[in-house]
Every structure is written in structure tokens, then in C-alpha cells.
């Protein structure tokens, strides 16, 4: 079990010369009423920053390096599964896709120890241990809260670690949908993505960022709206929507980096944005998967009420 802590803080230090070591375990040392098992879960939370940037806890940090440490709120997290209806979209020994609700936690986080899709995979393979991370068993992407759409989960430990090899070889390709603020031309947005310098949670384009490129294929236009497709060549996180924002016109709905005053007046409670389309072969039998999944009611909805119309190709 993680331990139950209240509020949160955060903390700053140097790698010392005499502390080269697993972040995980160094950090542990240095901080010796946490257990290691207590920063491996900050860091899978991305509450653990070297030099700025997001790591994994097999990280050996080097001698001047900057560790950033956010000590989070979290309750007790229990596995129990959870009997949580899946929309499922293929399914065999090795994974499973899902057509994801928004709304929907992917994992569990701080404020989010229950209901997640973690627990509704337990108890849909109950009997069948899952591989990974403990407490992200079977979880080789995510998708944001609010974000509806595909998502793949592993079954087996050749398809889990085969998943994640193809995810981090942009050999998956993933196509998205999602209504704009204004109207995008069809273009390739580069633009380095990094963490935000004061605004910890959010991402920003920033030079020292890592590479990040989207294309954007309008689909549709209303007078103040549009539906978009936009493919992901990268995978930073929150890429589509910092791309949006960055191309003056980001996502209708998005409370972090989109219009609150627009998203306010036309009552849209979530970012509209819907992950659409995969394709990849199967981690266990190379057949070439091509998974789709259909829009959600909200985005449809509001399609026709702002009279959203097909663009000719």
C-alpha cells in the first residue's frame, strides 16, 4: 500500500559525487522515512523531475544533476478489481482494446485510487496475472481523463514489453479527432515539447523540449468551430493539445490550454478530443491491426449543433 499523506511538498536537491545509484534507491536514502517502493510510484507518477525533466526510476543520476521531488497526496490505493463495464474493440490471449469513456482514469493517481481502467482490466482477467508496473498492470499508453478513445492493454509479458518497444518506436500510428476553437489549415506542426518552468503539471513548446510533431488535417467547419484530424508522428505528453494552443486554436473544452471564457459560454465540460484510429502489428502474431473507434455522442452533438460541414477533399 502507499502511505496516506496530507497536502504535499516539494523539495530540491544536487546529486552529491558520492551518490551515483538508481534514482529510486537514492532517493530513499536521502529521504529515509519514504520507502523506495513510495518513490518508484512518485516517479511513475511524473512527481520526480532530473534536470527539468520526466525519468524512470532505473534513471542513474550523474554528479551537479537537479532532482525535483513532489511529495504527493495520495490515498491508499487498492487493486481489488472492479466490475467496470469495457467497450471492448478487440481482444485476445496476448491484449485488449478498448473504446475508452471520457472520464475515465487510466490508471491509478493521486485523487484517482479507484475506478480506474486498471481495475476494470483486473477484473476482466481475473485469474490472469497482468504484467507491468504494479500498480499500472497491463498499461502500455495512456490517454488523458477527459480523452475518450482507443487504448491498448498488454495480457501477456511478450506482448507488454513488445507494446512498449513498438509505442517508443513510433511504430504504432495513431490518428486523433477533435473539435477546435477557430479554423486549422491542413499543415506539420513542429515544435519541441518540454515541462512547463513554473507551471509543473502543464507542458509547453519550449526549445530545450523534446521533438514533437503533429499533422493536421481539417475535416470539417462551422462558423466558429472545426473538426480535426491530427496524426501524432511523436508522442510527448498533452502533444495535440500544446500543438493546438500553439497553433492558435486549441481544443474546445480544454480547461488547461484551452479558452475557459469560450468553454464556459457554450458549456463544453471536457477537451473534445477523441484518439480515433490505430494501427500496428501484433506484438505476439504481426497480424496488422487496424482498430477504430467510433465518435462519442458529446463530440457528434456538437458537431451539429455548430452545424460543423464536411470539407471537400
Do not use: W
Request: with cysteine; aromatic share 6%.
Amino acid at each position: 500500500m502507499i502511505p496516506l499523506m496530507k497536502g504535499f511538498l516539494q523539495n530540491k536537491l544536487t546529486i552529491e559525487e558520492d551518490e551515483i545509484d538508481r534514482l529510486d534507491k537514492l532517493l530513499a536514502k536521502r529521504f529515509s522515512s519514504y520507502s523506495r517502493t513510495y518513490f518508484q510510484y512518485l516517479i511513475d507518477c511524473e512527481a520526480v523531475l532530473l534536470n527539468g525533466e520526466v525519468i524512470k526510476k532505473r534513471c542513474r543520476p550523474s554528479p551537479g544533476d537537479q532532482i525535483e521531488v513532489t511529495f504527493l497526496p495520495v490515498e491508499e490505493i487498492d487493486l481489488t478489481p472492479e466490475p467496470i463495464p469495457l467497450d471492448i474493440l478487440y481482444e485476445d490471449d496476448h491484449l485488449i482494446c478498448i473504446n475508452k469513456p471520457p472520464g475515465m482514469v487510466v490508471h491509478p493517481a493521486p485523487g484517482h485510487p479507484k475506478g480506474t481502467f486498471v481495475h476494470a482490466l483486473l477484473h476482466h482477467c481475473q485469474g490472469t496475472p497482468l504484467p507491468g508496473k504494479e500498480y499500472r498492470p497491463g498499461i502500455v499508453h495512456r490517454l488523458d481523463k477527459e480523452t475518450s478513445g482507443i487504448l491498448i492493454g498488454a495480457k501477456s509479458v511478450a506482448a507488454h514489453q513488445k507494446l512498449i518497444e513498438q509505442f517508443k518506436g513510433r511504430e504504432i500510428e495513431k490518428e486523433y479527432l477533435a473539435i477546435t476553437i477557430g479554423h486549422p489549415q491542413a499543415t506539420t506542426i513542429h515544435a519541441p515539447i518540454g515541462r512547463h518552468p513554473v507551471r509543473r503539471k502543464e507542458m509547453t513548446i519550449l526549445e530545450t523540449g523534446k521533438e514533437a510533431t503533429t499533422v493536421i488535417t481539417p475535416l470539417a467547419r462551422g462558423e466558429h468551430f472545426s473538426l480535426i484530424s491530427a496524426r501524432l508522428i511523436t508522442g510527448r505528453t498533452h502533444q495535440i493539445r500544446v500543438h493546438m494552443k500553439y497553433n492558435n486554436t486549441p481544443i474546445l473544452g480544454d480547461s488547461v490550454y484551452g479558452s475557459q471564457k469560450i468553454n464556459e459560454k457554450y458549456q463544453i465540460p471536457r477537451q473534445l478530443l477523441h484518439a480515433a484510429k490505430i494501427k500496428l502489428a501484433h506484438p505476439v502474431t504481426h497480424q496488422i491491426l487496424n482498430l477504430s473507434a467510433p465518435i462519442p455522442e458529446d463530440m457528434e452533438k456538437v458537431s451539429e449543433d455548430f452545424f460543423l460541414q464536411p470539407l471537400l477533399k
